[in-house]
């Protein structure tokens, strides 16, 4: 395979937004319990935080934290995770059949997120609550001294107000699954009322209302439609989640998936984009990607549904922190992550802000064993390093190369990249994908009109096994390795091995 990328330095998409590089903590299985937080172990601070884990957040380059649901969310009160711990209440999280002891909350987790230099993005529950409830939270974290709720905070630890500043308006209230899920009119008219009321305690607020679940569901496009034209001008963002994962043994089409979230922007961008004309609106919303990963949902879903089905007299157990979508990722499921990451990028003028879902043991880039060791996933790498090293404006490159079929996307270019400059140091990042199941690809990269001449980092994702995993026996099976690359008159060369991810600092 040879294929040649041509980056013209006015080809510029956006800038890099920093937000694009951030996570998603839920309170679901041992994401927090158990992950991020386990007060017994050897690394754990005062708070019970394992600074190993911390550690690793940080090495991963997280901006935002998305917290604290996802589907728990539409359950959740949030006042059960304030106050002293002894008082909490413990519940059954309706969402993923878990007992919930409320040991961490917002004070806790604003802590643990300043430990980790992110940002936190707070969901208010629209599934079971609605416009007191969210202004109530708002209060709580952010309101100055002198109220009730906000000396509450200080009373708890919280000196200085949280300053939150973007905020998730519930979760895929599209999907029958969501607890209090309800038809876009309903959701809609309830988003809108929560927004305004939230803009008016606080008018600079950056809000996101619930776009679809997925791209395949059935109410997709109408939805959003629907949602703006009760929304348009309360919020900021129009949220989009999606994953994706091999199935039916055809890694072709997984490679790929990058193509749907390509449909699903340009979709979600052209339902945003009718509103706005047709209701006469001045400002553009924005995507937040706030949910995207490889995720085996197939096989989640079958588990559950015959944990459900013997359930026949409701005697099933409600577990404290369960082993609850713990997939191990593979190879080829960091390079179909690398390359979502270049399509996040590639978007940058309307997706400014996305989150992986989810950062610590559940469906996450970060494992952890209770009073052991954490490691990371073959999908840490190319998150790691693409956070670090993108930077400045992201710049649209033209791609020449062939492609091959795929049943589920048609056909698929066999090389996908995007590139970074960064004009006051003069550097840039390319990300590349080879998406070929057997054959290298020969790569030019023409970066003259950057003026580069010097290759500073050269590193590639690929394992001649594409399904080799990283796990607690084997953490470092799969790494990040140096890649040869030349480069003479700002033209780079180099080799991409079948099924691989590359990253190319120059300077
Ligand atoms: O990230 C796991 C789950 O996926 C989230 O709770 C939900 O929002 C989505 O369906």
Known sequence: ????????????????????????????????????????????DADGFRLDVVELVKELGTSTIRYPGGNFVSGYRWEDGVGPRSERPRRRDLAWHSLETNEVGLDEFARWARLTGSEVMYAVNLGTRGVIEALDVLEYANGPAGTTLADLRIANGGTEPYDIRMWCLGNEMDGPWQVGHMSAEDYGKLASRTAKAMKIADPGLELVVCGSSGSGMPTFGDWE????????????????????????????????????MEYFISTVVATADHVKYKLRH???????????????????????????????????????????????????????????????????????????????NVIAPIMTEPGGEAWRQTTFFPFSV?????????????????SYPTAKHGAAPLVDAVATFDEETGTAAVFLVNRSLSEAATVTVDLSS????????????????????????????????????????????????????????VS
């Open 1 to 44: 395979i040879h294929a040649s990328v041509s980056v013209d330095r006015s080809a510029i998409v956006a800038p890099v937004h920093r937000r694009l590089f951030g996570s998603f903590v839920e309170h679901l299985g041992r994401c927090v319990y158990d992950g991020l937080y386990e007060p017994g172990h050897p690394t754990a």
């Open 225 to 260: 439609r629907t949602v703006l034209e009760h929304t348009y001008d309360d919020v900021e963002f129009i949220s989009c989640h999606a994953y994706y994962q091999e199935s039916g043994g055809d890694l072709g089409s997984f490679l790929a998936s990058s193509l749907d």
């Open 282 to 360: 001045e400002k553009t919303i924005m995507l937040s990607f706030d949910e995207w990963n490889i995720w085996y949902l197939e096989e989640h879903q079958a588990r559950e549904a015959e944990l459900a089905a013997a359930d026949t007299d409701g005697s099933r157990e409600w577990p404290y922190a369960p082993r609850l979508l713990e997939d191990v990722y593979t190879a080829a499921d960091a390079v179909v992550l690398g390359n979502l990451l270049i399509t996040l990028l590639s978007h940058a003028d309307r997706v400014t802000s996305a989150s992986l879902a989810q950062l610590v």
């Open 386 to 402: 693409t956070s670090r090293l993108a930077r400045g404006v992201v710049l649209r490159p033209r791609i020449e190369v062939g």
């Open 450 to 505: 950057l003026g580069v001449t010097a290759i500073t980092e050269a590193l590639v994702l690929h394992d001649d096994d594409p399904y080799a995993k990283n796990t607690r026996d084997d953490p470092e099976r799969v790494a990040l390795c140096a890649v040869d690359a030349a480069i003479a008159a700002g033209v780079v060369t180099v080799e991409l091995p079948a099924v691989s991810w590359v990253a190319l600092a």
